[in-house]
């Protein structure tokens, strides 16, 4: 198969390496002009890296604390323990769900 009229028929223009080589000459020292601009960059004005924690976030983080800090009663949770190993430890519904219910009016401030 032919390929016809290639270039609309106009003679093929010869390639001028010297207009070539400016053009890579020329390329490379953009680059390397970029690179040293970066480099630069990077040196005077050091990154600085921050967290910020929202409202919830830190009161969590206090409550946790104060848990960590907060006395255990040693001999009442090998008490515990020991009593729900063996099948002694029994629970009255009615007056966790009073606690339960006084501990969320405390949170919610429905109290």
Do not use: C, H, W
């Not at 390496?17 to 050091?46: L, M």
């Not at 919830?56 to 009442?76: C, R, T």
């Amino acid at each position: 198969m032919a390929i016809n009229n290639v270039n609309n028929g106009l003679p093929k223009t010869p390639v001028d390496n010297q207009k070539v080589n400016q053009q890579q000459t020329q390329n490379k020292g953009t680059a390397a002009q970029q690179a040293a601009s970066q480099q630069a960059a990077a040196q005077t004005a050091p990154r600085q890296d921050s967290v910020s924690l929202t409202q919830s976030a830190q009161q969590l983080s206090q409550v946790q604390k104060k848990s960590a800090e907060a006395p255990v009663n040693q001999e009442k949770v090998d008490r515990l323990k020991k009593a729900i190993q063996n099948g002694e430890y029994k629970v009255n519904p009615e007056a966790l769900a009073d606690k339960i219910a006084k501990l969320e009016g405390q949170i919610f401030g429905t109290n």
